[in-house]
């Protein structure tokens, strides 16, 4: 089973109003108060794809009740290790012309509840893999992280790590399983840009030689991600133009997607790109309160193969050496996405004909009814006089 850890959760408290102004009070339209977390939203998005998961993290006070419970009620697994204080309350204010975030820094811990969250650790009977995301409370250990994931991996557990930049770098010669960084942290880790393939491949390669198994690298905005493994790079761009309204928890469902797809099967990476692309901007496209409440479009992204063999571009090139030309890899996926499509277009045909067959039985069976119920009451009517 999958484990989600977030360290540091928060409370979202989302507000409207109307311009702010200095020494001034400003009366809200609306207030939002949400659980988050990086390593809550990847339980949230596996939710939604029916994988169950157990989330784990420190929690305080009324507002680590308040998460614990939301948690639970949006059907995910919860072990908590309850702490002094209270957690955090970030705020994000939209006057209608600009977005302000305040981030508070969260409830300190002691090195009692990190041994708490160890034993849960070695004591978890399902744990496969441990995702771990976002950042470290307070007064934590400088090694808090390390532990976590020697812990983790003396169970025979995977460990995935989405975290910022310094701890990535000084993380990766444990052996992660899997690290997603954006383009702005696996430049800060490494020093180059990754702006080209030949970018990327450099800086995959670095990753690589660092210890790190696999890398997700996704370009936000760009709409576009590279995943390697070591041997073969993956490339993905989805080729359809989305409204962003926000860009929070994309990464993390992204994240989950593509767990979902290639955890299990590790040779099915392009279908879990194109998943992991789907989702990701399905997220950015709704609106922050109903972003893990919007399952029929997740549920739209995952199942549509037309949606996801058109309209997102995969390729397929070598890390460290001159490609491979693979005849049977490359048949089987051109008949793939040609027979994806065909098929689609024969079911929408399909259920064209068939509508248009139905109403014409209804017309012609409702008049041949009509005009024998005319003609037994003209029958009727001629036998009484």
């Known amino acids: ?42 339980s949230f998005a596996f939710k939604k794809m029916g994988v169950d998961t157990v989330a784990l993290g420190f929690f305080a006070g009324f507002t680590g009740k308040f998460i614990v419970e939301e948690v639970m009620n949006l059907g995910c697994l919860c072990r908590p290790v309850w702490t002094d204080g209270i ?10 012309q600009h977005e302000y975030g305040i981030l508070n820094p969260g409830a300190p811990i002691t090195p009692q509840h990190q041994e708490e969250l160890y034993n849960i650790l070695d004591t978890a009977g399902d744990l496969e893999c441990l995702i771990v995301s976002g950042s470290v409370p307070p007064k934590a250990t400088p090694d808090f992280l390390a532990q976590v994931m020697e812990h983790a991996q003396a169970r025979g557990a995977d460990v995935v790590l989405d975290l910022s930049s310094d701890k990535l770098k000084e993380l990766a010669h444990k052996k992660p399983l899997l690290i997603k960084p954006n383009h702005h942290e696996m430049k800060a880790i490494f020093g ?17 030689d660092a210890g790190v198994q696999n890398v997700l690298l996704t370009r936000g905005s760009r709409g576009d991600a590279y995943f390697s493994n070591g041997e073969d790079i993956w490339y993905a761009k989805r080729e359809f133009n989305i409204k962003l309204v926000s860009s929070v928890c994309a990464g993390d469902c992204t994240l989950a997607a593509f ?18 692309m789907a989702t990701g901007a399905n997220v950015c496209r709704v609106r922050r309160h109903r972003r893990l409440r919007s399952r029929r479009r997740v549920q739209q992204a995952r199942c549509c193969p037309q949606a996801r063999s058109s309209v997102i571009e995969t390729r397929h090139i070598r890390a460290h050496a001159a490609p491979r030309f693979r005849l049977g890899r490359l048949f089987c996926s051109v008949i793939g996405e040609r ?30 009814l009509r005009e024998r119920n005319i003609h037994d009451l003209h029958a009727h009517c001629k036998s009484r006089h």
């Not at 102004?21 to 990847?42: F, H, M, Q």
């Open 259 to 276: 767990l979902h797809k290639w955890y299990r099967d590790r040779d099915n990476v392009e279908e879990a790109m194109k998943l992991a």
């Open 192 to 208: 180059v840009p990754v702006d080209t393939d030949d970018e990327v491949r450099v800086a995959m390669k670095m990753a690589h």
């Open 87 to 96: 957690t955090r309350i970030n705020t994000y204010v939209n006057d209608g």
């Open 339 to 368: 027979c994806s499509a065909v098929l689609h277009r024969f079911h929408t045909v399909h259920r064209v004909v068939l509508a248009f067959y139905r109403w014409v039985e209804y017309t012609f069976i409702n008049t041949l």
């Open 1 to 42: 089973m999958f484990y989600t850890l977030t360290a540091n959760p928060a409370v979202d408290m989302t507000v409207s109003s109307s311009p702010l102004e200095p020494d001034e009070n400003v009366r809200t339209g609306s207030a939002s108060y949400t659980a988050n977390g990086k390593g809550l939203d990847v």
